[in-house]
Each structure stands twice: as structure tokens, then as C-alpha cells.
């Protein structure tokens, strides 16, 4: 028998800090008992090295692999960041990082028609099987351990893997799946593990027993919205009109008359609907009145017509050179799976009336309510799983939703420099309720907003519950009362206006600060970096509670099912909180960073919202009374100190 791998000769630092070496040794516990792990760490802890020591040593003993998931480009990039400093140059471990089709695909066929209506995998699928992609032929006899040898790396990211393949003329995206087969950690989005279609093609892809995987998920309290969201869908009524058109085109009298009769059916349904409106459908019910209105027998099986239909019309696209895309075929897939759900239990059937950009979007919605029918079926066929995160309290209800089983382990574990690095504040007498909301409490949350921000050294983000608090905020004077420079996020922006305007708020941090008015839940407030001075002080406005509506009511009663009468908590309450703590967190991202944390909501204080509060939180919280005086003083005294 061999000896035992020891986690320690994965760390790739000097020593461990405290906390670090018993994460390790319980995950590489958990991996070598088959079990699942639920571990919650602060920021700045190391959470993806010491993870991955804790893994390695079964994978390396075992042949095993590591499908590490995340949720964003630069949290997997991380990833192999901290692979190749554990590597440090000797080939001992390997892995590789990927980005879906629509970052790494270089065929310029695809990268000048691709829209998000069609999944790339379909038209990708159709040229590989026509031998129309060169990028994919060129790799055909590859051999991944002779490229590996070749470049003589064995630890790649995705920007890395794209470099080299586009050298060689090699598609960047299959050339990462031949490496995935056989390296010892694929990092990749959790749309490969949790979306039931594309695991069931990426997996067998990659050519490994599930039985020998590791599954890590990364800031997993994002995991059960991410299930849910994959296993939900949604029709428009603009695409059911397209589809209308379309079968005009071709002259197909059953695929019009059919989308005509749906198309009648939901503008019947919503014509009494306001803005931002849904209501429960009855699943059958929009089926029956379509055929009602189209006057299209049910024996017809219009939607296998349209299916067959819409195949053709792709195919002779594709042989045209053109791109294959046909609506009428998505119309026909997406009500079949409509009708073929109609008695689960574990779906909500919803239309909702929603305004974008100034104008009316009605859709049908198929949405899932069980994030465990998606994890479930994936975890009873690997080795194991280890879910990490900085909010993951209470541990008990995310192991729960994550879908592991009532024995598995359950750990949380602390930053040995929280208690002096941490301040965190509650202040009593405000709150963003409807019964609340008005001009004197917001004209007292922008006072208290200023007061921690001018009292900070470095730089202040300001996180409301919606872009519409953050405007009040402002109607109110912040900007006046601040005596540093404000930062918008605003609502749409795109991404590289948000990444301008985000470093030149990061560049201001050395000087006299500056302040960042975003929402919760956005982009900067959970997915942004932003250590040392660029974020010192955090003020999370309101509690981000979900616009009451029926999707949710329906969610609390499937969960209440689901989960022994624990509804509210899991569907409700726990997301917000949840939201709440992430942008908590921003300020506290590296081990040594200071950060002043104050809660703007009265509500945090009672017992029914600060049971969810993370244990790296609710110890250094404590409650003030409705004072901007003494919310700067306790901060300027923080900084002092
Ligand atoms: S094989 Fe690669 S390069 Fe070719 S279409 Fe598919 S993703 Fe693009």
C-alpha cells in the first residue's frame, strides 16, 4: 500500500496561518471518506489554496479529477493561479480553465452571426459534424499529454490556452477539453455541472468516471439560484411573433396558424395585466386555448411539425452558408417542454408583463422551484462535493438547498485577524420598509451615508437595495454632503463603462477617497475586488427583500414542502440577507485589510435577521442609536486605532 499524500505538501506557502491547516485536514478528510463538505471562511482566508490542498492528495492518490466551479471569468482564473503556484514550475499537478464557447470560439463564421437567441453549441455541433470547421479538423489525432509536453506547462487558464491554440491555428475551446481529459482540475463555470443539457454532453466529453470527481463550488451560496435559474425557461411573445412570420416565409399554414393562436391566447391572458405584473398560469390551460384560437386540431401535433420544421429550415440555413437560426423551432421546444412539465409540482407556470426599455416584454415563464432536482442527480454520482463561501450561514439550510445529505460536514472557520480588523454597525431608527420609505428617513440614511464616508481614510461603497433608494439618496444631497468624489453605478451600464469608472474610483483611494453609490446584488457589490484602501467602509442601505410577486409565493410554499415549514426562511429571507452580506464583504478581501462595515436598517438588529448574519460579521457588530455624530465617531475612531 502507498503512503498517504499530505495536504501540507500542497500549501505553496511558508506556513499555514491559523484556521488554514484545519480546513485542509477536514476537507482532506471529507474527499478520502467519499463525503460532501459545507465550509464557510471569511474573505482574505484562502479559501481556493487551501482548498485545493485539501483536495489534491486524494486526486493524485486516486487518478481523480477536480471539476472546481465558479461563477465568474476571474474567480476561475484565480483558480489556476493558485494551481500554478502549488505546481511552481515541477509538473506535479496539473489544470486547465475554461470559458464557454462564446469566449474561446475563433471561427469567424461564428464570431460575426452570434447572437445570444441561438446556443452556439447547436451551430458548433453542425459544422464539427460536417467537417466544416478547420480549427476542430486541425485537432483531430491530438494527443493532450504530447501537447502538455510540447509547451511544457501543465497548469493553463483559459486567456492562456486561447493564446497558444490561436498559434497553431487550433480551436481554444476543443483544444481545453482534450487537456480537461487529462489533467487533475478543470476549472469552469457551474453552467457545465448544473445545466442538465450541457452536462450531459461536456462530461462524457471529457472522458472521466464521475465516481472518481471532486466537485468544488466556489461562493456556493450563489449554487441554488444558479440551479434553479438553469432549469427554468422563457418564451416571449416577440419571438413567438418572429416565429409567426417565419413560418409565412415558408409557407407553413400549420406552424402560422398555431403561433397566431398562441400569440392571441397570451396577449388575451395579459391585456389586463399592469407593468411588472405576473401572474399563475394553469400549465394546460395556455396549450388548450392556443389550439382553441389557431383552430388547429390536437391530432395535428402542430409543435412536432414545428420542431421538424424548424430542424429543416436550420439545416438548409447552414448549407447556404448562413446562420442557422430558426424561431419556430424554438417556439416548438420550449412548449413542448411546457406541456411535457405541466404536472410537476417542483415548477411554477407563470406570464409576466415586465417594462424594458420603455417598452411592454410579455413572456411565459417556466420556472424551477427545487435547486436539489438539478444538484441531486449530479451528486449521487460523484465521489464527492466541497462547497465554500464567505456566506454560507446558516450552514444547516445551505446544505440543505445544495442538496447534500443530512450527514454531511458541516464546518465554519475564522480569520484569527477579524475581531481587530472588522468593525461592524448597526444603526437603530431606520429602515427601507414600503411603511417606512419617505423623505425624512432617506434625508437621515444620506446623512448617515456621508458621516461613515467622510470619516473613512480611503474609499466608501454605498450599497441600496435598488437603483431607485440610491436616487432618493441622492435627491436628498448625498452628493453634496460628501466630501469626496461620488461614483454612479448605473442602471445597464456595460461592463467596460462600469470597469473605467471602477478604476478611476480605485484610483482615488490613495488620495482623499472617493464614494461608489451602487446597488446590492450588482456587479460591484458581489463580483468586485476591491482590496486595501480602494474599499475601507461599506454602508449596505436596506434590507434587498424580492419585489414580493408570485414566483416567490410559489417558491416559499414549494419550499416549505421541501424543506419542513421552513419556506420564508430559505426562499426569502435568507437570498436578502445573503445579498446584504456579500456587499458586506467587500470591504474585508485580503487577510490583513481594516474595514468598517455599517448596516443602514434597523431590521439587522433583531434576532430574526441576525441569526443569518456570518459568524465573521456578527462578532464584531454592535447597534448605535439614529446618530450620524456617533456612526463617524465610532468610525474615525476605527481608523485611529
Ligand atoms: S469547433 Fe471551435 S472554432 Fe469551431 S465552431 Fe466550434 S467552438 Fe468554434
Not at 424580492?546 to 416567490?552: C, E, L, V, Y
Not at 420564508?568 to 456579500?582: F, H, K, N
Not at 441576525?610 to 439614529?626: A, D, Y
Request: aromatic share 8%; with cysteine.
Amino acid at each position: 500500500m502507498t503512503d498517504e499524500l499530505s495536504y501540507i505538501d500542497f500549501f505553496p506557502y511558508d506556513a499555514p496561518r491559523e484556521g488554514q491547516e484545519d480546513m485542509m485536514q477536514t476537507i482532506n478528510q471529507v474527499v478520502r471518506e467519499g463525503r460532501n463538505i459545507c465550509c464557510e471562511a471569511p474573505n482574505g482566508f484562502g479559501k481556493t489554496c487551501v482548498t485545493l490542498a485539501g483536495v489534491l492528495p486524494w486526486v493524485k492518490e486516486n487518478e481523480g479529477k477536480v471539476l472546481y466551479c465558479a461563477r465568474t471569468h476571474k474567480q476561475l482564473d484565480r483558480v489556476i493561479e493558485e494551481l500554478s503556484a502549488i505546481d511552481d514550475g515541477e509538473r506535479v499537478v496539473s489544470g486547465v480553465s475554461f470559458r464557454g464557447r462564446r469566449h474561446m470560439c475563433i471561427n469567424p463564421f461564428i464570431m460575426e452571426n452570434m447572437d445570444s437567441s441561438i446556443p452556439l453549441s447547436e451551430v458548433c455541433g453542425q459544422l464539427k459534424a460536417e467537417h466544416r470547421c478547420p480549427f476542430y479538423e486541425r485537432l483531430r489525432g491530438l494527443d493532450p499529454y504530447d501537447f502538455l509536453d510540447k509547451i511544457a506547462i501543465s497548469v493553463l487558464s483559459a486567456p492562456q490556452i486561447i493564446k497558444v491554440a490561436k498559434k497553431r491555428k487550433l480551436c481554444p475551446y476543443e483544444l481545453a477539453k482534450k487537456l480537461a481529459k487529462v489533467v487533475d482540475v478543470v476549472a469552469l463555470s457551474y453552467l457545465y455541472v448544473f445545466d442538465p443539457f450541457i452536462m450531459s454532453t461536456f462530461i462524457p466529453e471529457i472522458e472521466t468516471r464521475l465516481s472518481n470527481v471532486i466537485l468544488v463550488q466556489d461562493e456556493a451560496h450563489n449554487v441554488p439560484s444558479t440551479a434553479l435559474d438553469s432549469a427554468s425557461d422563457s418564451l416571449t411573445l416577440g419571438t413567438i411573433r418572429q416565429a409567426m412570420r417565419e413560418a409565412n416565409k415558408y409557407n407553413d399554414t400549420l406552424g402560422k396558424q398555431f403561433c397566431r393562436g398562441l400569440a392571441k391566447s397570451v396577449l388575451d391572458l395579459s391585456s389586463e395585466m399592469g407593468d411588472n405584473e405576473e401572474m399563475i398560469l394553469k400549465p394546460e390551460g395556455i396549450m388548450s386555448a392556443a389550439l382553441e384560437n389557431s383552430g388547429v386540431e390536437r391530432e395535428e401535433q402542430p409543435l412536432a411539425h414545428m420542431e421538424d420544421l424548424g430542424a429543416k429550415i436550420k439545416i438548409g440555413l447552414l448549407k447556404a452558408g448562413k446562420f442557422p437560426r430558426s424561431t419556430i423551432f424554438r417556439v416548438a421546444k420550449f412548449m413542448q417542454r411546457w406541456v411535457s412539465h405541466s404536472d410537476r409540482v417542483d415548477y411554477a407556470f407563470l406570464l409576466k408583463s415586465e417594462i424594458r426599455r420603455s417598452s411592454r416584454r410579455v413572456s411565459l415563464d417556466l420556472h424551477a422551484l427545487d435547486p436539489t432536482s438539478v444538484t441531486q442527480p449530479i451528486l449521487s454520482m460523484i465521489r464527492g462535493s466541497v462547497a465554500i463561501s464567505g456566506t454560507l450561514s446558516p450552514l444547516e439550510a445551505y446544505s440543505e438547498m445544495l442538496g447534500f445529505e443530512n450527514s454531511a460536514v458541516r464546518a465554519s472557520f475564522r480569520s484569527p485577524f477579524a475581531l481587530k480588523n472588522r468593525i461592524g454597525i448597526i444603526v437603530d431608527g431606520v429602515d427601507t420598509s414600503y411603511k417606512s420609505r419617505g423623505q425624512d428617513v432617506y434625508t437621515q440614511m444620506a446623512e448617515h451615508c456621508a458621516a461613515a464616508a467622510n470619516a473613512t481614510p480611503g474609499n466608501t461603497g454605498i450599497f441600496t437595495t435598488s437603483y431607485h433608494i440610491g436616487r432618493s439618496l441622492l435627491k436628498m444631497g448625498l452628493e453634496k454632503k460628501l466630501e469626496k468624489k461620488l461614483f454612479l453605478e448605473e442602471q445597464g451600464m456595460k461592463s467596460s463603462e462600469n470597469d473605467k469608472m471602477i478604476n478611476e474610483f480605485k484610483s482615488r483611494a490613495t488620495g482623499k477617497g472617493a464614494v461608489l453609490l451602487g446597488v446590492q446584488g450588482g456587479r460591484n457589490s458581489e463580483g468586485g475586488d476591491f482590496p486595501g484602501e480602494t474599499m475601507e467602509c461599506v454602508v449596505v442601505v436596506g434590507v434587498p427583500y424580492a419585489k414580493p410577486m408570485p414566483r416567490i409565493d410559489a417558491l416559499i410554499a414549494y419550499y416549505d414542502r421541501r424543506f419542513n415549514n421552513r419556506g420564508r426562511d430559505y426562499a426569502y429571507v435568507l437570498p436578502a440577507v445573503t445579498r446584504a452580506t456579500q456587499a458586506a464583504g467587500r470591504p474585508v478581501r485580503r487577510l490583513n485589510d481594516r474595514g468598517a462595515i455599517v448596516l443602514l436598517d434597523q431590521r439587522f438588529a433583531t434576532p430574526y435577521l441576525r441569526r443569518f448574519l456570518p459568524s465573521w460579521l456578527e462578532e464584531v457588530t454592535t447597534v448605535i442609536p439614529n446618530s450620524p455624530e456617533m456612526l463617524s465617531n465610532r468610525i474615525s475612531e476605527f481608523f485611529a486605532s
